[in-house]
C-alpha cells in the first residue's frame, strides 16, 4: 500500500502554516475522506466546513494543488503526486484551518433586485413558454460553492475591487433574472454602474472551475455584457429607443429594489490604496 | 412591491470588509503544481508568430495577386478588398473598384484595421492575450501580474464594447472574400476551373465566415437580447443555430486565423512564381 503526504494549511486570522499528515492510500478515496481520516487519527482538531459529500452542497470548497475544487469530488487517484497541497480559499478571510469566511457573498447577493413579475393575467396566475424558460435552468444548478467567486483574479489578487464588484456567481444570478419572461427590472446601468461587470475580462477561470460545468463566462457574463453594450454603448440602441420613446431604467431606480446596498460604485474612481489604507 | 420594500428595509448601507487576514501562504504566486504555463505560452508563441507574418505580409505591398498573365484570378485575403490607390494593377478584376484613393502605402496596412479590431476585441481572444500578454491572470489561480486592475471599465479596454460594430464591417469583408473564393474558378483565357489555389480561398472565406457568425456578439444580436422567445421564432432558431457554433468560438478563431495566413502564404508563393497554382479540373 502506498503513501500520500497532505500538506495542508493549518492556521487562523493570526497566521498559520502548512503541517504535513502521512497517510496510507486507500482505493476510491476523495480528498474529503482523506481530510476526515487525518481529523480522525492524527489531527482531530483540524476544520473543514462539509456537508453533502456529493457535490451538492457547495461547502467543502478549498483549494487543491493551488486549484479552487470541492474535495468531495476530487478524487485522489486523479492528483498525480505524492504529495497533495489543501489550503482555504484565497479570496475570502480565513476563519480556522481550511474554512473560510464567505458572507462578502452574502452582502453581494443584497445588492441584486429580486425577480419582479409584471401583473399577471386576468386568471391570477403567470404562465410562461418552456422555451422561455430553459436558458436560465442551466444557471439554476448553481450550488453557491463560490469556487468561482475564490478563482476571479478581480478580487483575489486586488481586494479593494469587492467594493465594488459582484463576482460571477452574482451574474450568473442577474442572468437568471435578466433573460426571465416574466421579471420586468431592468438591470443593466445597476450592473454596469455598482456590480462591476465592466471589471470581468471574461478570462473564464470561473467556467473552468465550476462544479455544476455552468458555462459561466460565455452563457451568463458574456450575455450580460452585450445587453449592457445594448443599453449603454451601442449608439443604434439608444437611436432605437428615442424613436420608440422608450427610457431605460437608471442603476439608482433599479438599485431601490434591491433589499440592501454598497456605497461607492464601480465607477467613482476611488485609488485603490486610498480605500485599503 | 418586494419583500424588503414592504418591511420598509431598503435602502440600507452594508458594509464590504476588506484586508481581513487570509490563509495560505502570501509569498507563493501560486500553489498550482501541474504546467499551468504551456497554454499561455504556446497562445504567445502562436500570436506572435501570426502577428510578425502578418506584419512582412502586410508591409511587402506585391506579391498578393495572381493575375491574367499566369491564367488565375487569386486575391490574397490579407488585401482584399483592395481599394487603395496602390491597389490599382488589379482594378477591373474586382468588382469593388477604388475608393480609397488617399491611400498610397501597401493597402493591406489599410484593409487589416478591420479583422484585427474584430479579432481584438474578440472575446475569445481578449481571453487569450490578458491571459498569455498581460498575465492577468496567466492561468487559474495563478497570481495575476499587476498590482492593481480596473478591467474593462475605463479607456482604453472600455472600446472593447465596440465589438459588434468590427462584426458588422467583418460581415461585410467576409462578403467580399466570398466574391474573391467565386471569381477563383474564373481562369483567364481558360474559361472556368478549380485549382488548389480555388479551394484555399473557398475553405478560407467558410472558416472566416463560421467564426464570425459563431460570434458572442453575433449570437446576442441575432436573438440572445430577448427573454420571450417564443415571441420571436426566427430570431429563437437563428439563436439555436448559432449557440452550438459559439461553443466553440475558440477553435473557430484560431482555425481560422491560421488558415487566412497560409492563404496568404499560398497567393504569395503562386505570385511570386515560387510554386505553380496546381488546376484540379
Same mark, same amino acid.
Given at each position: 500500500?502506498?503513501?500520500?503526504?497532505?500538506?495542508?494549511?493549518?492556521?487562523?486570522?493570526?497566521?498559520?502554516?502548512?503541517?504535513?499528515?502521512?497517510?496510507?492510500?486507500?482505493?476510491?478515496?476523495?480528498?474529503?475522506?482523506?481530510?476526515?481520516?487525518?481529523?480522525?487519527?492524527?489531527?482531530?482538531?483540524?476544520?473543514?466546513?462539509?456537508?453533502?459529500?456529493?457535490?451538492?452542497?457547495?461547502?467543502?470548497?478549498?483549494?487543491?494543488?493551488?486549484?479552487?475544487?470541492?474535495?468531495?469530488?476530487?478524487?485522489?487517484?486523479?492528483?498525480?503526486?505524492?504529495?497533495?497541497?489543501?489550503?482555504?480559499?484565497?479570496?475570502?478571510?480565513?476563519?480556522?484551518?481550511?474554512?473560510?469566511?464567505?458572507?462578502?457573498?452574502?452582502?453581494?447577493?443584497?445588492?441584486?433586485?429580486?425577480?419582479?413579475?409584471?401583473?399577471?393575467?386576468?386568471?391570477?396566475?403567470?404562465?410562461?413558454?418552456?422555451?422561455?424558460?430553459?436558458?436560465?435552468?442551466?444557471?439554476?444548478?448553481?450550488?453557491?460553492?463560490?469556487?468561482?467567486?475564490?478563482?476571479?483574479?478581480?478580487?483575489?489578487?486586488?481586494?479593494?475591487?469587492?467594493?465594488?464588484?459582484?463576482?460571477?456567481?452574482?451574474?450568473?444570478?442577474?442572468?437568471?433574472?435578466?433573460?426571465?419572461?416574466?421579471?420586468?427590472?431592468?438591470?443593466?446601468?445597476?450592473?454596469?454602474?455598482?456590480?462591476?461587470?465592466?471589471?470581468?475580462?471574461?478570462?473564464?477561470?470561473?467556467?473552468?472551475?465550476?462544479?455544476?460545468?455552468?458555462?459561466?463566462?460565455?452563457?451568463?457574463?458574456?450575455?450580460?455584457?452585450?445587453?449592457?453594450?445594448?443599453?449603454?454603448?451601442?449608439?443604434?440602441?439608444?437611436?432605437?429607443?428615442?424613436?420608440?420613446?422608450?427610457?431605460?431604467?437608471?442603476?439608482?431606480?433599479?438599485?431601490?429594489?434591491?433589499?440592501?446596498?454598497?456605497?461607492?460604485?464601480?465607477?467613482?474612481?476611488?485609488?485603490?490604496?486610498?480605500?485599503?489604507? | 412591491?418586494?419583500?424588503?420594500?414592504?418591511?420598509?428595509?431598503?435602502?440600507?448601507?452594508?458594509?464590504?470588509?476588506?484586508?481581513?487576514?487570509?490563509?495560505?501562504?502570501?509569498?507563493?504566486?501560486?500553489?498550482?503544481?501541474?504546467?499551468?504555463?504551456?497554454?499561455?505560452?504556446?497562445?504567445?508563441?502562436?500570436?506572435?508568430?501570426?502577428?510578425?507574418?502578418?506584419?512582412?505580409?502586410?508591409?511587402?505591398?506585391?506579391?498578393?495577386?495572381?493575375?491574367?498573365?499566369?491564367?488565375?484570378?487569386?486575391?490574397?485575403?490579407?488585401?482584399?478588398?483592395?481599394?487603395?490607390?496602390?491597389?490599382?494593377?488589379?482594378?477591373?478584376?474586382?468588382?469593388?473598384?477604388?475608393? =480609397?484613393?488617399?491611400?498610397?502605402?501597401?493597402?493591406?496596412?489599410?484593409?487589416?484595421?478591420?479583422?484585427?479590431?474584430?479579432?481584438?476585441?474578440?472575446?475569445?481572444?481578449?481571453?487569450?492575450?490578458?491571459?498569455?500578454?498581460?498575465?492577468?491572470?496567466?492561468?487559474?489561480?495563478? =497570481?495575476?501580474?499587476?498590482?492593481?486592475?480596473?478591467?474593462?471599465?475605463?479607456?482604453?479596454?472600455?472600446?472593447?464594447?465596440?465589438?459588434?460594430?468590427?462584426?458588422?464591417?467583418?460581415?461585410?469583408?467576409?462578403?467580399?472574400?466570398?466574391?474573391?473564393?467565386?471569381?477563383?474558378?474564373?481562369?483567364?483565357?481558360?474559361?472556368?476551373?478549380?485549382?488548389?489555389?480555388?479551394?484555399?480561398?473557398?475553405?478560407?472565406?467558410?472558416?472566416?465566415?463560421?467564426?464570425?457568425?459563431?460570434?458572442?456578439?453575433?449570437?446576442?444580436?441575432?436573438?440572445?437580447?430577448?427573454?420571450?422567445?417564443?415571441?420571436?421564432?426566427?430570431?429563437?432558431?437563428?439563436?439555436?443555430?448559432?449557440?452550438?457554433?459559439?461553443?466553440?468560438?475558440?477553435?473557430?478563431?484560431?482555425?481560422?486565423?491560421?488558415?487566412?495566413?497560409?492563404?496568404?502564404?499560398?497567393?504569395?508563393?503562386?505570385?511570386?512564381?515560387?510554386?505553380?497554382?496546381?488546376?484540379?479540373?
Amino acid at each position: 500500500m502506498s503513501e500520500v503526504t497532505m500538506n495542508v494549511w493549518r492556521g487562523d486570522s493570526n497566521g498559520g502554516n502548512f503541517e504535513q499528515y502521512k497517510l496510507e492510500r486507500v482505493e476510491g478515496e476523495v480528498v474529503l475522506d482523506v481530510v476526515h481520516r487525518i481529523q480522525a487519527t492524527l489531527a482531530p482538531d483540524l476544520a473543514c466546513r462539509w456537508n453533502c459529500k456529493a457535490g451538492k452542497c457547495g461547502s467543502c470548497s478549498a483549494e487543491i494543488d493551488g486549484k479552487p475544487s470541492l474535495m468531495c469530488m476530487t478524487r485522489m487517484d486523479t492528483l498525480p503526486n505524492d504529495t497533495i497541497t489543501i489550503t482555504p480559499m484565497k479570496t475570502f478571510p480565513i476563519i480556522k484551518d481550511l474554512v473560510t469566511d464567505v458572507s462578502f457573498n452574502y452582502v453581494m447577493a443584497r445588492q441584486i433586485p429580486p425577480f419582479t413579475p409584471g401583473d399577471p393575467e386576468p386568471d391570477g396566475t403567470y404562465r410562461m413558454q418552456q422555451v422561455d424558460i430553459d436558458r436560465a435552468q442551466e444557471f439554476h444548478k448553481c450550488i453557491e460553492c463560490f469556487l468561482c467567486q475564490d478563482v476571479c483574479h478581480v478580487i483575489r489578487d486586488h481586494e479593494v475591487n469587492k467594493l465594488y464588484y459582484a463576482g460571477p456567481r452574482f451574474f450568473v444570478r442577474l442572468a437568471s433574472l435578466e433573460m426571465h419572461p416574466l421579471d420586468t427590472v431592468d438591470r443593466r446601468a445597476l450592473m454596469r454602474e455598482y456590480l462591476g461587470l465592466g471589471f470581468c475580462n471574461i478570462t473564464k477561470c470561473c467556467t473552468e472551475v465550476c462544479p455544476e460545468h455552468i458555462k459561466i463566462t460565455d452563457n451568463a457574463i458574456i450575455p450580460l455584457k452585450e445587453r449592457v453594450v445594448d443599453a449603454s454603448y451601442d449608439p443604434i440602441a439608444w437611436l432605437g429607443r428615442k424613436i420608440r420613446r422608450k427610457s431605460k431604467t437608471t442603476a439608482e431606480e433599479a438599485y431601490e429594489l434591491a433589499p440592501a446596498r454598497v456605497a461607492p460604485t464601480s465607477l467613482d474612481g476611488i485609488p485603490a490604496t486610498a480605500v485599503e489604507n | 412591491m418586494t419583500i424588503a420594500q414592504e418591511q420598509g428595509t431598503i435602502p440600507q448601507v452594508v458594509p464590504v470588509e476588506i484586508g481581513r487576514p487570509r490563509g495560505g501562504p502570501k509569498e507563493k504566486r501560486t500553489l498550482r503544481t501541474d504546467r499551468w504555463w504551456i497554454s499561455p505560452a504556446v497562445t504567445a508563441t502562436v500570436l506572435t508568430s501570426f502577428v510578425a507574418y502578418a506584419t512582412f505580409a502586410a508591409f511587402q505591398g506585391k506579391d498578393y495577386y495572381v493575375g491574367a498573365k499566369m491564367h488565375r484570378d487569386l486575391i490574397s485575403p490579407f488585401y482584399s478588398p483592395c481599394i487603395a490607390e496602390s491597389c490599382q494593377r488589379v482594378a477591373g478584376s474586382h468588382p469593388l473598384g477604388i475608393w =480609397a484613393s488617399f491611400w498610397n502605402f501597401s493597402p493591406a496596412l489599410l484593409i487589416l484595421i478591420v479583422p484585427l479590431g474584430f479579432r481584438l476585441t474578440c472575446y475569445y481572444y481578449r481571453k487569450a492575450y490578458y491571459r498569455s500578454f498581460w498575465q492577468s491572470p496567466p492561468a487559474c489561480g495563478v =497570481a495575476d501580474g499587476h498590482r492593481s486592475y480596473t478591467g474593462e471599465t475605463r479607456f482604453p479596454l472600455i472600446l472593447h464594447n465596440v465589438h459588434r460594430y468590427f462584426l458588422y464591417l467583418a460581415l461585410l469583408f467576409n462578403v467580399v472574400l466570398t466574391m474573391d473564393a467565386v471569381l477563383a474558378f474564373n481562369f483567364p483565357g481558360q474559361g472556368i476551373g478549380f485549382s488548389v489555389g480555388t479551394l484555399v480561398l473557398c475553405v478560407n472565406a467558410a472558416l472566416l465566415w463560421i467564426y464570425s457568425v459563431s460570434c458572442h456578439a453575433c449570437r446576442h444580436i441575432c436573438g440572445g437580447q430577448i427573454n420571450e422567445f417564443s415571441k420571436h421564432k426566427i430570431r429563437y432558431r437563428l439563436w439555436k443555430m448559432i449557440t452550438p457554433l459559439n461553443a466553440r468560438h475558440m477553435q473557430l478563431a484560431w482555425v481560422s486565423l491560421v488558415f487566412v495566413a497560409l492563404s496568404d502564404l499560398y497567393v504569395r508563393l503562386v505570385a511570386s512564381g515560387i510554386i505553380h497554382d496546381y488546376k484540379i479540373f
